[in-house]
């Protein structure tokens, strides 16, 4: 923004300095004139000492000491004014100048330099916290920034991973005439709804992101339900059992997204779990004024370490790509950003005998006004 020009901080305070010390010294000579006045007569007359042959009196009368008195005064103040406006100055300058370096941050950070740290040394007072502030806050977009970047590699990666491929179908296809055309077309399939799902993930991401979505009563044990019913097939395929208990769990928010959320982690139950007789458990309540979805399953014995990396973008915990399931790397990463833009926390937790505990913990609907 383009301002006026106008008086520095530091002129303002040097003159509102010198001001006031020349207010103090103004009422402290006030005091002394009154005090002396009333101890001197306003004329004196005194009889004339015997032996003197000079006439007229010799004792100060008030003419002779307002004529003695005034001019000292008015060295005095302006002593004064030159001190306080040197001293002012001075003692402004040094207040002032984590200022000027709080200053000099921001319009680093305003070019875009976010790795700039004031660092201002000293122990607490309101410029130091202002700093420390500042620095907390460059810290987190830095952090934020290169998240940011790594995301859009990684988007951009993933994405050009099914063109690339379908590129190479179709320069084989091209290349070699005699060959089975179903067989292409089967594998052009497979690898465009891969990008598309990819897509699709990406948009949810966003949306959730944005937090634009309405908001309306959802009970998450009915989300739950939902979601086991839609995926009982896939688990059937996978050899394993999904078992759902538990009690209404009212919370706020976009129902499509919260249905998304609870796919998305009944899913991973099923396809991260064991190759067989593997079991998901899913549990709804209300725990501690918090509506509660715990998603469990047996699987691989997993570390703390690496369950900690499962919900960044595109991160696979293992490396054993399964053939029918090589999925996207975003479930996980869609799951925390609905979870964040819902008020609510998402707690990972590697079972002892292998397998995950995933805990969502939504704030609790307002009970309802009829009721
Ligand atoms: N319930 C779970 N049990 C064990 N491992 C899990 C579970 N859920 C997630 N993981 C691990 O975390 C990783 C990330 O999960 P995420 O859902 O984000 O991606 P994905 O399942 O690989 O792909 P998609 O985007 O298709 O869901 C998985 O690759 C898996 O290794
Ligand atoms: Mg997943």
Redesign the pocket.
């Given at each position: 923004m383009d301002r006026e020009p106008g008086l520095s901080v530091r002129l303002k305070l040097t003159l509102s300095y010198a001001g006031f010390l020349m207010l103090a010294g103004g009422l402290l000579l006030a005091v002394v004139w009154v005090f002396l006045l009333r101890y001197v007569p306003e004329v004196i007359h005194q009889p004339e000492p015997p032996g003197t042959w000079r006439p007229g009196p010799s004792v100060p009368d008030r003419a002779a000491l307002e004529e003695a008195f005034v001019p000292k005064a008015g060295l005095a103040m302006a002593c004064l004014l030159v001190f306080g406006l040197a001293g002012g100055w001075l003692l402004a300058g040094s207040m002032l100048a984590p200022l000027t370096r709080i200053t000099h941050a921001t319009r680093l950070a305003a070019e875009g330099s976010l790795s700039h740290r004031i660092r201002l040394e000293g122990r607490a007072d309101e410029f130091r916290e202002l700093a420390d502030a500042f620095d907390t806050m460059l810290a987190r977009l830095e952090a934020h920034d290169a998240e940011q970047q790594r995301f859009a590699a990684n988007a951009s990666h993933e994405l050009r991973t099914p063109l690339a491929i379908t590129q190479t179908l179709l320069d084989v296809a091209r290349n070699d005439a005699d060959r089975d055309a179903d067989e292409l077309v089967e594998r052009l399939h497979f690898v465009n709804s891969r990008a598309i799902?990819?897509t699709e993930?990406l948009l949810v991401l966003s949306r959730a992101n944005q937090r634009t979505f309405s908001r309306e009563p959802v009970d998450l044990s009915l989300a739950a339900e939902e979601a086991a019913e839609t995926l009982l097939p896939l688990a059937e395929k996978h050899g394993l059992t999904i078992e759902t208990s538990g009690d209404v769990s009212p919370t706020t928010g976009s129902h499509a997204l919260l249905l998304q959320m609870t796919t998305?982690?009944v899913?991973?139950?099923i396809?991260?779990?064991l190759p067989d007789q593997g079991t998901v458990w899913v549990t709804t309540g209300v725990d501690a004024r918090k509506a509660v979805l715990t998603?469990e399953?047996t699987?691989?014995k997993?570390t703390p370490k690496?369950?900690s990396?499962?919900?960044?973008?595109?991160?696979?915990?293992?490396r054993r790509v399964r053939t029918d399931?090589?999925?996207?790397?975003?479930?996980?990463?869609?799951?925390k950003s609905i979870v964040q833009a819902h008020d609510g926390t998402l707690t990972?937790t590697p079972r002892a005998d292998g397998?995950?505990r995933?805990t969502v913990r939504l704030p609790l609907a307002p009970p309802h006004p009829g009721k």
């Open positions: 799902d990819l993930a998305n982690l899913h991973n139950a396809v991260h779990n998603v399953n699987g691989a997993l690496l369950v990396t499962f919900t960044e973008p595109f991160q696979r915990g293992t399931h090589a999925g996207v790397g975003l479930g996980l990463a869609i799951v990972l397998g995950l995933i």
